[in-house]
């Protein structure tokens, strides 16, 4: 049976991926925004909309930046309980065994999707809003359950939580 990596050194690495994330879509977010204000953006005529575009795309990716650092501040401020008796929830470090092999979740309030490689182990950043998320809510160690996932039945079993 695998051992589970350290849960706050799980959440640190998912910070530095949504950091790292937030600084890739400021820097877009800023070229495009002096993309769409450049002198060369002005409109030749009244049917040319680039800079009306361009500026569009710059409100876009600016939103998405202050979504990640949204993002970040739920991570960061994530409780980091113990779930090795209690049901599972945000905060939870999982070892499952899933159709008998073993994988890593950490569910977390935003980075859903991610893989993180965390002491020598993969980890599978879930948010509670997933399906397999919201399959785990409430599950203790030992409780196994099946979910269908992409068109197929799989069996999960709960081995061990922190």
């Known amino acids: 049976m ?6 706050v050194a799980v959440r640190d690495a998912l910070v530095a991926r949504l950091q790292a994330e937030a600084a890739k879509a400021r820097d877009t977010a800023n070229a495009t925004r002096a993309e769409a204000t450049h002198e060369e953006a002005r409109p030749e005529n009244d049917k040319d909309t680039r800079a009306l575009e361009q500026t569009y795309l710059a409100r876009g990716q600016a939103m998405r ?14 409780p ?21 092999e073993e994988r890593i979740f950490f569910v977390a309030p935003a980075g859903g999707g991610e893989k993180l490689e965390v002491g020598g182990a993969v ?30 039945v799989r069996d999960y079993e709960v081995l061990e939580a922190r």
Do not use: I, M, Y
């Open 2 to 7: 695998s051992s589970l990596p350290d849960k």
């Open 65 to 78: 930046v202050e979504e990640l650092e949204e993002a970040l501040v739920r991570v960061r401020t994530l």
């Open 80 to 100: 980091l309980d113990d779930f090795s008796d209690r049901p599972l929830g945000p905060g939870a470090l999982v070892l499952c065994a899933v159709d008998d």
């Open 123 to 152: 980890v599978h950043v879930l948010t509670a809003a997933s399906p397999v998320g919201r399959a785990l809510a409430g599950k203790r160690v030992d409780d196994d359950f099946e979910l269908r996932v992409a068109g197929r």
